[in-house]
Protein backbone atom coordinates (compact mmCIF):
# COMPACT_ATOMS: atom_id res chain seq x y z
CA UNK A 1 0.00 0.00 0.00
CA UNK A 2 1.05 3.41 -0.75
CA UNK A 3 0.96 6.32 1.87
CA UNK A 4 -1.40 9.34 0.83
CA UNK A 5 -0.61 12.56 2.61
CA UNK A 6 -2.56 15.37 3.52
CA UNK A 7 -0.37 18.81 3.17
CA UNK A 8 -0.44 18.97 6.53
CA UNK A 9 0.95 15.41 7.32
CA UNK A 10 3.77 16.25 4.58
CA UNK A 11 4.45 19.74 6.04
CA UNK A 12 4.73 17.89 9.69
CA UNK A 13 7.02 15.22 7.87
CA UNK A 14 9.35 18.21 6.49
CA UNK A 15 9.31 19.47 9.94
CA UNK A 16 10.51 16.27 11.53
CA UNK A 17 13.09 15.52 8.99
CA UNK A 18 14.68 19.42 9.29
CA UNK A 19 14.90 19.11 13.32
CA UNK A 20 15.92 15.83 13.02
CA UNK A 21 19.53 17.09 11.74
CA UNK A 22 19.46 14.79 9.11
CA UNK A 23 18.83 17.79 6.12
CA UNK A 24 18.41 21.19 5.65
CA UNK A 25 15.18 22.87 4.06
CA UNK A 26 17.42 23.98 1.34
CA UNK A 27 18.76 20.45 0.88
CA UNK A 28 15.81 18.85 0.61
CA UNK A 29 14.94 21.72 -2.41
CA UNK A 30 17.51 20.71 -3.87
CA UNK A 31 16.56 16.73 -4.02
CA UNK A 32 13.50 18.16 -5.18
CA UNK A 33 14.86 19.89 -8.27
CA UNK A 34 17.22 17.17 -9.45
CA UNK A 35 14.56 14.44 -9.70
CA UNK A 36 12.40 17.06 -11.64
CA UNK A 37 15.38 17.70 -13.99
CA UNK A 38 15.69 13.95 -14.67
CA UNK A 39 12.18 14.23 -16.16
CA UNK A 40 13.41 16.58 -18.83
CA UNK A 41 14.86 15.85 -21.48
CA UNK A 42 18.30 16.95 -22.49
CA UNK A 43 18.69 19.13 -25.45
CA UNK A 44 15.21 21.12 -25.27
CA UNK A 45 14.67 24.78 -24.27
CA UNK A 46 12.72 25.00 -21.31
CA UNK A 47 10.40 27.86 -20.19
CA UNK A 48 10.29 27.70 -15.93
CA UNK A 49 7.72 29.98 -14.20
CA UNK A 50 8.41 30.46 -10.72
CA UNK A 51 5.83 31.58 -7.74
CA UNK A 52 6.52 33.23 -4.76
CA UNK A 53 6.97 30.83 -2.30
CA UNK A 54 9.05 27.64 -1.76
CA UNK A 55 7.87 25.86 -5.31
CA UNK A 56 8.93 29.47 -6.74
CA UNK A 57 12.55 27.84 -5.07
CA UNK A 58 11.97 24.43 -6.32
CA UNK A 59 11.41 26.29 -10.25
CA UNK A 60 14.83 27.83 -9.96
CA UNK A 61 17.15 25.14 -9.01
CA UNK A 62 15.25 23.34 -11.72
CA UNK A 63 16.65 26.24 -13.75
CA UNK A 64 19.78 26.10 -12.47
CA UNK A 65 20.17 22.69 -12.69
CA UNK A 66 19.32 23.02 -16.51
CA UNK A 67 21.64 25.23 -17.27
CA UNK A 68 24.16 23.38 -15.93
CA UNK A 69 24.12 20.68 -18.18
CA UNK A 70 24.05 23.71 -21.32
CA UNK A 71 20.23 23.61 -21.39
CA UNK A 72 18.44 27.10 -22.85
CA UNK A 73 15.90 27.53 -20.36
CA UNK A 74 14.41 30.31 -19.57
CA UNK A 75 12.86 31.68 -16.15
CA UNK A 76 8.84 33.59 -15.94
CA UNK A 77 8.14 35.35 -12.31
CA UNK A 78 4.43 36.47 -11.15
CA UNK A 79 5.35 39.98 -11.19
CA UNK A 80 7.91 42.48 -12.30
CA UNK A 81 9.66 42.68 -9.09
CA UNK A 82 9.69 39.13 -7.70
CA UNK A 83 10.17 39.35 -3.76
CA UNK A 84 11.44 35.71 -3.03
CA UNK A 85 12.30 35.16 0.95
CA UNK A 86 14.35 32.15 2.56
CA UNK A 87 15.23 29.66 0.69
CA UNK A 88 13.67 30.52 -2.75
CA UNK A 89 15.42 33.67 -2.37
CA UNK A 90 19.16 31.69 -1.73
CA UNK A 91 17.66 30.05 -5.04
CA UNK A 92 17.03 33.40 -6.80
CA UNK A 93 20.46 34.19 -5.82
CA UNK A 94 22.59 31.09 -6.84
CA UNK A 95 20.11 31.70 -10.74
CA UNK A 96 21.37 35.17 -11.05
CA UNK A 97 25.01 34.42 -9.76
CA UNK A 98 25.06 31.31 -12.75
CA UNK A 99 24.06 34.16 -15.29
CA UNK A 100 20.53 33.55 -15.55
CA UNK A 101 18.13 36.09 -15.36
CA UNK A 102 14.28 36.43 -14.22
CA UNK A 103 11.59 37.63 -17.11
CA UNK A 104 7.89 38.94 -16.67
CA UNK A 105 4.71 38.89 -18.54
CA UNK A 106 1.25 39.91 -17.52
CA UNK A 107 0.25 37.72 -20.36
CA UNK A 108 1.66 34.96 -22.03
CA UNK A 109 -0.29 33.97 -24.91
CA UNK A 110 0.68 37.28 -26.38
CA UNK A 111 4.64 36.11 -26.02
CA UNK A 112 5.17 34.82 -29.82
CA UNK A 113 8.17 32.27 -28.31
CA UNK A 114 5.92 31.30 -25.37
CA UNK A 115 3.35 29.72 -28.21
CA UNK A 116 6.01 27.84 -30.02
CA UNK A 117 7.84 26.63 -26.43
CA UNK A 118 7.71 22.59 -26.30
CA UNK A 119 8.65 22.60 -22.61
CA UNK A 120 7.20 24.34 -19.51
CA UNK A 121 7.80 24.69 -15.98
CA UNK A 122 4.99 25.04 -13.84
CA UNK A 123 6.56 26.34 -10.49
CA UNK A 124 3.87 28.67 -9.17
CA UNK A 125 2.02 27.34 -6.45
CA UNK A 126 2.68 24.11 -4.44
CA UNK A 127 2.12 22.69 -1.76
CA UNK A 128 0.35 25.18 0.47
CA UNK A 129 -2.09 26.13 -2.23
CA UNK A 130 -5.38 26.35 -1.34
CA UNK A 131 -7.33 28.83 -3.64
CA UNK A 132 -8.44 29.25 -7.78
CA UNK A 133 -5.89 30.97 -9.67
CA UNK A 134 -5.80 34.66 -10.43
CA UNK A 135 -4.13 37.02 -12.31
CA UNK A 136 -1.04 36.36 -13.74
CA UNK A 137 -0.84 32.56 -12.38
CA UNK A 138 -4.07 32.02 -14.49
CA UNK A 139 -2.62 33.58 -17.58
CA UNK A 140 -0.27 31.30 -17.70
CA UNK A 141 -2.63 28.20 -16.83
CA UNK A 142 -5.27 30.05 -19.59
CA UNK A 143 -1.95 29.55 -21.88
CA UNK A 144 -0.82 25.78 -21.12
CA UNK A 145 -4.79 24.98 -21.93
CA UNK A 146 -4.36 26.82 -25.28
CA UNK A 147 -1.62 25.11 -26.03
CA UNK A 148 -2.82 21.34 -24.97
CA UNK A 149 -1.65 18.47 -26.79
CA UNK A 150 1.08 20.59 -28.20
CA UNK A 151 3.45 21.16 -25.32
CA UNK A 152 5.26 19.17 -22.11
CA UNK A 153 4.26 20.88 -18.88
CA UNK A 154 6.19 19.59 -15.89
CA UNK A 155 4.28 20.07 -12.87
CA UNK A 156 6.53 20.63 -9.28
CA UNK A 157 4.88 18.80 -7.00
CA UNK A 158 1.19 19.24 -8.40
CA UNK A 159 -0.02 21.92 -11.28
CA UNK A 160 -0.81 25.09 -9.99
CA UNK A 161 -4.74 25.67 -9.51
CA UNK A 162 -4.60 22.26 -7.83
CA UNK A 163 -5.50 21.78 -4.24
CA UNK A 164 -3.12 19.29 -2.88
CA UNK A 165 -6.43 18.21 0.02
CA UNK A 166 -9.00 18.03 -2.93
CA UNK A 167 -9.38 15.42 -5.07
CA UNK A 168 -12.36 17.35 -7.13
CA UNK A 169 -9.97 20.59 -8.08
CA UNK A 170 -9.56 20.28 -12.12
CA UNK A 171 -8.82 24.02 -12.50
CA UNK A 172 -5.35 23.32 -14.68
CA UNK A 173 -3.57 20.87 -15.95
CA UNK A 174 0.15 18.77 -16.31
CA UNK A 175 1.06 16.11 -18.71
CA UNK A 176 3.69 15.12 -16.01
CA UNK A 177 4.04 16.06 -12.68
CA UNK A 178 7.37 15.63 -10.02
CA UNK A 179 5.61 14.48 -6.62
CA UNK A 180 7.83 15.33 -4.25
CA UNK A 181 8.51 12.95 -1.32
CA UNK A 182 4.27 11.30 -0.95
CA UNK A 183 1.35 11.56 -2.57
CA UNK A 184 -1.29 13.91 -1.48
CA UNK A 185 -4.64 13.26 -2.15
CA UNK A 186 -4.77 15.06 -5.62
CA UNK A 187 -2.16 12.36 -6.83
CA UNK A 188 -4.05 9.25 -6.08
CA UNK A 189 -7.71 10.29 -6.13
CA UNK A 190 -10.28 10.74 -9.25
CA UNK A 191 -10.31 13.57 -10.88
CA UNK A 192 -7.89 15.67 -9.75
CA UNK A 193 -5.59 12.40 -10.47
CA UNK A 194 -5.87 12.95 -14.24
CA UNK A 195 -4.81 16.79 -14.12
CA UNK A 196 -1.86 15.41 -12.68
CA UNK A 197 -0.49 13.27 -16.24
CA UNK A 198 2.17 10.84 -15.29
CA UNK A 199 2.97 11.13 -11.82
CA UNK A 200 6.92 10.35 -10.74
CA UNK A 201 6.89 10.21 -7.58
CA UNK A 202 10.79 12.19 -6.32
CA UNK A 203 12.14 10.44 -3.38
CA UNK A 204 13.31 13.00 -0.75
CA UNK A 205 15.13 10.41 1.22
CA UNK A 206 12.88 11.59 4.07
CA UNK A 207 12.59 8.18 6.76
CA UNK A 208 8.78 7.97 7.28
CA UNK A 209 8.64 6.01 10.85
CA UNK A 210 10.42 7.45 12.99
CA UNK A 211 12.23 10.01 11.27
CA UNK A 212 14.75 10.29 14.08
CA UNK A 213 15.35 8.75 17.40
CA UNK A 214 13.01 10.07 19.81
CA UNK A 215 10.78 11.92 17.29
CA UNK A 216 7.17 10.25 16.50
CA UNK A 217 6.75 9.43 13.08
CA UNK A 218 3.26 10.18 11.18
CA UNK A 219 1.15 7.61 10.32
CA UNK A 220 -1.20 8.90 7.49
CA UNK A 221 -4.70 8.47 7.20
CA UNK A 222 -4.88 7.28 3.61
CA UNK A 223 -3.79 4.78 2.13
CA UNK A 224 -3.68 3.76 -1.74
CA UNK A 225 -3.84 0.03 -2.24
CA UNK A 226 -2.30 -0.72 -5.51
CA UNK A 227 -1.31 -4.82 -5.21
CA UNK A 228 -1.82 -7.04 -2.52
CA UNK A 229 0.18 -10.32 -1.68
CA UNK A 230 -1.58 -13.13 -0.82
CA UNK A 231 -0.60 -15.50 2.17
CA UNK A 232 0.87 -19.15 1.63
CA UNK A 233 -1.13 -21.97 2.29
CA UNK A 234 -0.04 -25.22 4.03
CA UNK A 235 0.84 -27.98 1.28
CA UNK A 236 -1.34 -30.27 3.71
CA UNK A 237 -4.37 -27.73 3.82
CA UNK A 238 -7.85 -29.31 3.43
CA UNK A 239 -11.63 -27.82 2.82
CA UNK A 240 -11.66 -27.03 6.75
CA UNK A 241 -8.86 -25.31 6.91
CA UNK A 242 -9.76 -22.66 4.35
CA UNK A 243 -13.23 -21.68 5.84
CA UNK A 244 -16.53 -22.06 5.31
CA UNK A 245 -18.92 -19.28 4.40
CA UNK A 246 -22.89 -19.78 4.64
CA UNK A 247 -24.72 -16.94 2.51
CA UNK A 248 -28.45 -16.37 3.07
CA UNK A 249 -29.35 -15.11 -0.40
CA UNK A 250 -31.79 -15.15 -2.89
CA UNK A 251 -35.67 -14.54 -3.45
CA UNK A 252 -38.01 -15.14 -6.30
CA UNK A 253 -37.17 -13.26 -9.26
CA UNK A 254 -33.18 -12.82 -7.60
CA UNK A 255 -31.74 -16.07 -7.79
CA UNK A 256 -28.38 -14.81 -9.19
CA UNK A 257 -27.29 -12.80 -6.61
CA UNK A 258 -27.01 -16.02 -5.06
CA UNK A 259 -25.20 -17.63 -7.17
CA UNK A 260 -22.78 -14.99 -7.70
CA UNK A 261 -22.04 -14.89 -3.72
CA UNK A 262 -21.13 -18.10 -4.57
CA UNK A 263 -18.96 -18.04 -7.06
CA UNK A 264 -17.01 -15.23 -5.60
CA UNK A 265 -16.68 -17.29 -2.01
CA UNK A 266 -15.62 -20.15 -4.00
CA UNK A 267 -13.03 -18.59 -6.71
CA UNK A 268 -11.44 -17.07 -3.90
CA UNK A 269 -10.71 -20.02 -2.27
CA UNK A 270 -13.27 -20.72 0.63
CA UNK A 271 -13.27 -24.55 1.24
CA UNK A 272 -16.92 -24.35 2.02
CA UNK A 273 -19.68 -22.48 0.83
CA UNK A 274 -23.64 -23.20 2.02
CA UNK A 275 -26.42 -21.38 0.39
CA UNK A 276 -29.39 -20.81 2.73
CA UNK A 277 -31.98 -19.25 0.44
CA UNK A 278 -35.84 -19.32 -0.12
CA UNK A 279 -37.03 -22.88 -0.94
CA UNK A 280 -38.80 -21.45 -4.20
CA UNK A 281 -35.44 -20.63 -5.39
CA UNK A 282 -33.52 -23.68 -4.27
CA UNK A 283 -33.19 -25.53 -6.97
CA UNK A 284 -32.33 -23.22 -9.26
CA UNK A 285 -29.64 -22.15 -7.48
CA UNK A 286 -27.95 -25.78 -7.00
CA UNK A 287 -28.01 -26.63 -10.39
CA UNK A 288 -25.74 -23.34 -11.21
CA UNK A 289 -23.40 -23.92 -8.61
CA UNK A 290 -23.00 -27.48 -8.21
CA UNK A 291 -19.74 -26.80 -6.23
CA UNK A 292 -21.85 -24.79 -3.23
CA UNK A 293 -24.33 -27.21 -0.82
CA UNK A 294 -27.85 -25.31 -1.45
CA UNK A 295 -30.04 -25.54 1.77
CA UNK A 296 -33.64 -24.02 1.88
CA UNK A 297 -33.51 -21.33 5.08
CA UNK A 298 -34.94 -22.83 8.17
CA UNK A 299 -33.59 -20.08 10.17
CA UNK A 300 -30.66 -22.45 11.45
CA UNK A 301 -27.14 -21.36 10.80
CA UNK A 302 -24.91 -24.77 9.75
CA UNK A 303 -22.55 -26.16 12.32
CA UNK A 304 -19.20 -25.14 11.22
CA UNK A 305 -19.47 -22.32 9.99
CA UNK A 306 -17.16 -19.64 9.94
CA UNK A 307 -18.54 -16.65 8.14
CA UNK A 308 -22.11 -15.39 8.08
CA UNK A 309 -22.80 -13.38 4.01
CA UNK A 310 -26.78 -11.73 4.25
CA UNK A 311 -28.50 -9.69 1.90
CA UNK A 312 -27.86 -10.69 -1.91
CA UNK A 313 -30.72 -11.44 -3.96
CA UNK A 314 -33.56 -9.70 -1.81
CA UNK A 315 -33.15 -11.03 2.19
CA UNK A 316 -33.35 -8.30 4.47
CA UNK A 317 -33.57 -9.91 7.80
CA UNK A 318 -29.96 -10.92 9.64
CA UNK A 319 -29.99 -13.96 11.62
CA UNK A 320 -28.92 -14.23 14.94
CA UNK A 321 -25.22 -14.77 14.68
CA UNK A 322 -22.64 -13.68 16.68
CA UNK A 323 -19.63 -15.20 14.75
CA UNK A 324 -17.75 -12.87 11.74
CA UNK A 325 -20.23 -11.36 9.34
CA UNK A 326 -20.76 -9.66 5.97
CA UNK A 327 -23.69 -7.68 4.97
CA UNK A 328 -24.26 -6.89 1.64
CA UNK A 329 -27.44 -4.84 -0.50
CA UNK A 330 -31.09 -6.00 1.19
CA UNK A 331 -29.72 -6.52 4.91
CA UNK A 332 -28.43 -2.80 4.84
CA UNK A 333 -31.41 -0.72 6.28
CA UNK A 334 -31.98 2.65 6.61
CA UNK A 335 -30.22 4.13 9.76
CA UNK A 336 -29.09 0.59 11.12
CA UNK A 337 -24.81 1.85 9.47
CA UNK A 338 -24.00 2.82 13.40
CA UNK A 339 -25.48 -0.10 14.84
CA UNK A 340 -23.23 -2.57 12.65
CA UNK A 341 -20.51 -0.22 12.57
CA UNK A 342 -20.43 -1.05 16.71
CA UNK A 343 -20.28 -4.70 16.38
CA UNK A 344 -17.17 -6.60 16.71
CA UNK A 345 -16.10 -8.55 13.44
CA UNK A 346 -18.35 -7.16 11.29
CA UNK A 347 -18.09 -6.19 7.34
CA UNK A 348 -20.86 -4.00 5.24
CA UNK A 349 -20.48 -3.48 1.77
CA UNK A 350 -22.90 -0.62 0.45
CA UNK A 351 -22.90 1.57 -2.30
CA UNK A 352 -23.07 4.89 -2.13
CA UNK A 353 -26.82 5.13 -2.28
CA UNK A 354 -26.71 2.71 0.82
CA UNK A 355 -24.82 4.10 2.06
CA UNK A 356 -26.49 7.55 3.06
CA UNK A 357 -29.41 5.10 3.56
CA UNK A 358 -27.63 3.15 6.11
CA UNK A 359 -26.13 6.77 7.71
CA UNK A 360 -29.14 9.12 6.87
CA UNK A 361 -26.59 11.38 5.42
CA UNK A 362 -26.93 13.03 2.06
CA UNK A 363 -25.89 11.09 -1.00
CA UNK A 364 -21.92 11.58 -1.49
CA UNK A 365 -21.37 13.16 -4.78
CA UNK A 366 -17.95 14.00 -5.13
CA UNK A 367 -14.96 12.60 -4.08
CA UNK A 368 -13.77 14.61 -1.16
CA UNK A 369 -17.75 13.91 0.52
CA UNK A 370 -17.10 10.49 -0.27
CA UNK A 371 -14.17 10.09 1.55
CA UNK A 372 -15.34 12.53 4.70
CA UNK A 373 -18.54 10.55 4.76
CA UNK A 374 -16.33 7.23 5.07
CA UNK A 375 -13.90 9.27 7.92
CA UNK A 376 -16.88 10.97 9.89
CA UNK A 377 -18.27 6.55 10.43
CA UNK A 378 -14.94 5.15 10.89
CA UNK A 379 -15.10 5.17 14.47
CA UNK A 380 -15.99 1.59 15.95
CA UNK A 381 -14.69 -2.11 15.40
CA UNK A 382 -16.71 -2.95 11.76
CA UNK A 383 -15.56 -2.50 8.55
CA UNK A 384 -17.20 -0.60 6.15
CA UNK A 385 -15.98 -0.26 2.57
CA UNK A 386 -17.80 1.94 -0.04
CA UNK A 387 -18.22 0.45 -3.51
CA UNK A 388 -17.67 2.48 -6.66
CA UNK A 389 -15.16 3.67 -8.39
CA UNK A 390 -11.98 3.65 -6.43
CA UNK A 391 -13.76 2.06 -2.74
CA UNK A 392 -12.77 3.13 -0.03
CA UNK A 393 -12.82 1.09 3.20
CA UNK A 394 -13.01 2.59 6.55
CA UNK A 395 -11.72 1.11 9.74
CA UNK A 396 -10.66 2.77 12.60
CA UNK A 397 -10.09 6.13 11.50
CA UNK A 398 -8.13 5.05 8.81
CA UNK A 399 -9.02 5.05 4.77
CA UNK A 400 -8.15 2.81 2.17
CA UNK A 401 -8.58 3.57 -1.37
CA UNK A 402 -8.58 1.04 -4.03
CA UNK A 403 -6.65 1.76 -7.29
CA UNK A 404 -7.65 -1.29 -9.44
CA UNK A 405 -10.58 -1.45 -11.82
CA UNK A 406 -12.42 0.32 -14.55
CA UNK A 407 -15.84 1.60 -15.51
CA UNK A 408 -17.20 -1.99 -16.95
CA UNK A 409 -17.54 -2.94 -13.16
CA UNK A 410 -20.79 -0.70 -12.92
CA UNK A 411 -22.87 -3.56 -14.08
CA UNK A 412 -25.67 -5.93 -11.89
CA UNK A 413 -24.19 -8.54 -10.01
CA UNK A 414 -20.52 -7.73 -9.75
CA UNK A 415 -20.99 -6.56 -6.13
CA UNK A 416 -22.75 -9.81 -5.26
CA UNK A 417 -19.63 -11.51 -7.02
CA UNK A 418 -17.36 -8.69 -4.55
CA UNK A 419 -19.90 -9.82 -0.79
CA UNK A 420 -18.72 -13.10 -1.66
CA UNK A 421 -15.10 -13.18 -2.39
CA UNK A 422 -14.93 -11.13 0.90
CA UNK A 423 -16.55 -13.69 2.80
CA UNK A 424 -14.25 -16.21 1.17
CA UNK A 425 -11.11 -14.17 2.26
CA UNK A 426 -12.43 -13.63 5.52
CA UNK A 427 -13.41 -17.50 6.25
CA UNK A 428 -9.16 -18.03 5.46
CA UNK A 429 -8.16 -16.23 8.39
CA UNK A 430 -7.58 -12.72 7.12
CA UNK A 431 -8.36 -9.66 9.53
CA UNK A 432 -12.18 -8.09 8.66
CA UNK A 433 -9.97 -5.00 7.04
CA UNK A 434 -7.44 -6.94 5.00
CA UNK A 435 -10.33 -9.60 3.62
CA UNK A 436 -12.10 -6.02 2.28
CA UNK A 437 -8.61 -4.61 0.95
CA UNK A 438 -7.81 -7.41 -0.73
CA UNK A 439 -11.11 -8.55 -2.21
CA UNK A 440 -11.84 -5.10 -4.07
CA UNK A 441 -8.17 -5.23 -5.11
CA UNK A 442 -8.84 -8.96 -6.61
CA UNK A 443 -12.19 -7.56 -7.93
CA UNK A 444 -10.91 -4.30 -9.61
CA UNK A 445 -7.71 -6.12 -10.83
CA UNK A 446 -9.89 -9.05 -12.88
CA UNK A 447 -11.11 -6.10 -14.10
CA UNK A 448 -7.96 -4.51 -15.55
CA UNK A 449 -6.55 -7.95 -16.36
CA UNK A 450 -10.06 -8.35 -19.01
CA UNK A 451 -9.62 -4.89 -20.28
CA UNK A 452 -11.81 -1.76 -20.97
CA UNK A 453 -15.70 -2.24 -22.06
CA UNK A 454 -18.67 -3.90 -20.28
CA UNK A 455 -18.40 -7.17 -18.27
CA UNK A 456 -20.27 -9.69 -16.98
CA UNK A 457 -19.81 -10.80 -13.52
CA UNK A 458 -19.28 -14.47 -14.93
CA UNK A 459 -16.12 -12.67 -16.89
CA UNK A 460 -14.85 -12.06 -13.15
CA UNK A 461 -15.54 -15.31 -11.95
CA UNK A 462 -13.45 -16.90 -14.70
CA UNK A 463 -10.45 -14.36 -14.71
CA UNK A 464 -10.23 -14.36 -10.50
CA UNK A 465 -8.55 -18.22 -10.44
CA UNK A 466 -5.64 -17.02 -13.33
CA UNK A 467 -5.15 -13.61 -11.56
CA UNK A 468 -4.33 -15.86 -8.37
CA UNK A 469 -2.47 -18.32 -9.61
CA UNK A 470 -0.26 -15.55 -11.61
CA UNK A 471 0.05 -14.12 -7.68
CA UNK A 472 1.11 -17.29 -5.48
CA UNK A 473 3.61 -18.09 -8.88
CA UNK A 474 5.28 -14.78 -8.20
CA UNK A 475 4.42 -13.55 -11.46
CA UNK A 476 3.34 -10.23 -12.30
CA UNK A 477 -0.20 -9.24 -11.66
Known sequence: MIPILTSEEMRTLERLAVGSGRVTSLELQELSAKGAVALIPEGVRVDVVAGPGNNGGDALAVARLLMARWQDVRVWALSPDPAWTGDAEIQHQQWLAAGGEVGFTDDPLTEPALRESAWF??????????????????????????????????????????????????????????????????????????????????????????????????????????????????????????????????????????????????????????????????????????????????????????????????????????????????????????????????????????????????????????????????????????????????EGGYLYINDSGHWGLATGGTGDFLAGMVAGLRAQDLSPRAAVINATWLHGRCADRLGPGPLLPRDLAEELPKLLRDLYAGRPA
Request: charged letters at 20%; glycine letters at 10%; proline letters at 7%.
Open 121 to 394: VDGMFGLSANRALSGVGKAWADLWNYRKGHCEILALDQPSGLRPDDPDCMESYATRTACFGYQKLCHALMPARAACGEITVVDLSIIYYNPAPGLAGIVPRHWLVNKIQPGPHPWNAHKRDKGHVAIRAGSLGMSGAAVLAALGALRVGAGLVTVLTDADVRAEIACQVPEAMVRTWDGVIPEGTDVLLVGPGGVKEVPEWKGPLVLDASALKDGEGSSWMARPDTIITPHSGEFSRLFRLPKAETTRARLNQCWSVAKGPGVLVMKGAQSITA
